[in-house]
């Protein structure tokens, strides 16, 4: 389902203020937290009903999202333009899902410069109009950072990588270490910036075996935890070596365990096998031998 920039100017509307700090505290189910709202640029298509929006505070510091929510009919409905007498302009029905009083809390303002390292231009980044179309990958980054999912700021992706949209993230990883005995160095700040590159892309932490999200499972308890999985071990290598984003993967604890249990060591492809063949008694087990229903005992 698509998503959209809505625009509030404060300048142009100063009351609005007031109205959605008041609403901004009530519950997602509440009434109240449907309005209309002018459709800006886009006045002569309807939105696909269901389609997401994203509030974005205008003009006046600082700048950005400041809630989001559903378009609920998408049909474009006319009326009066909001600030300009005598002139028509387009509306839609909306429902406020997370909404922040931009006013009392100035600091909770999404800025949407850390899409401009993220790759996206200036559409995207910096929106002109209302009604502009905002590509999957980038709503979900919106999202996750508005709900606080720890996707990456502008200055954690700078300070990674001023080039991050040609340049892929890597730390060296492997080194050997004498302490009581030889241990492999292992990069926690690489599991960070991995952890992070998911959530910006997906909005989740999802198990890339059996899909499982903690934050899904268990709420605030599981927001954002999430192992990290290496596709080549680590006790294979025999000197240092550097270790890029793309050779992690993101699974869950009892994944992860499965992966390392037994010899050789399970790819994630055929692990996934071994959960999708155990999710059917009817389907081959992991050797390909068709199952046999075990008898009854009492």
């Known amino acids: 389902m698509p998503s959209f920039y809505f625009l509030w100017n404060p300048t142009k509307r100063p009351d609005l203020s007031e109205k959605l700090g008041k609403i901004s505290g009530l519950l997602p189910d509440d009434k109240r937290l449907r309005k209309y709202w002018s459709t800006g640029s886009r006045t002569a298509k309807n939105f696909p009903s269901g ?18 929510g559903t378009i609920l009919t998408g049909k474009l409905l006319p009326g009066a333009h909001p600030w300009k007498d005598g002139k028509k302009a387009a509306y839609v029905k909306i429902n406020f899902e997370n909404l922040i ?19 996206f231009k200036l559409k995207v980044s910096k929106p002109q109009g209302g009604g502009t179309e905002i590509p999957d990958e980038a709503a979900a980054q919106i999202k996750a950072r508005f709900d606080g999912l720890l996707a990456p700021t502008i200055e954690e992706l700078l300070e990674l990588d001023p080039q991050l949209e040609t340049k892929e993230l890597a730390a060296p990883e492997g080194r050997t270490q004498i302490k ?36 899904q499972r268990y709420g605030e308890l599981g927001r954002g935890f999430a192992e990290c999985h290496h596709l080549t071990p680590l006790i294979l290598l025999d000197k240092a070596s550097e270790t890029k984003l793309k ?7 009892n994944c992860h365990r ?8 399970k790819t994630i492809t055929r692990l996934k096998d071994i959960v999708s063949a ?12 068709p199952r046999r229903r075990q008898p009854c005992r009492n």
């Open 51 to 68: 389609s997401r929006f994203f509030l974005v505070r205008t003009k006046i510091e600082p700048h950005g999202v400041i809630g989001y």
């Open 101 to 119: 009083d931009s006013q009392k809390n100035p600091e909770k303002v999404l800025s949407l410069e850390f899409l401009e390292t993220a790759g």
């Open 180 to 215: 009581e005995h030889l241990v492999r160095e292992r990069n926690r700040a690489l599991v960070k910036k991995k952890k992070r590159a998911v959530l910006s892309t997906t909005g989740g932490l999802a198990c890339e075996v059996c899909t499982l999200d903690f934050l």
């Open 247 to 253: 050779d992690l993967a993101i699974v869950c604890a």
């Open 258 to 265: 499965m992966l390392h249990r037994g010899e050789p060591w």
């Open 278 to 289: 155990n999710k059917n008694p009817m389907l081959s087990d992991v050797a390909g031998k």
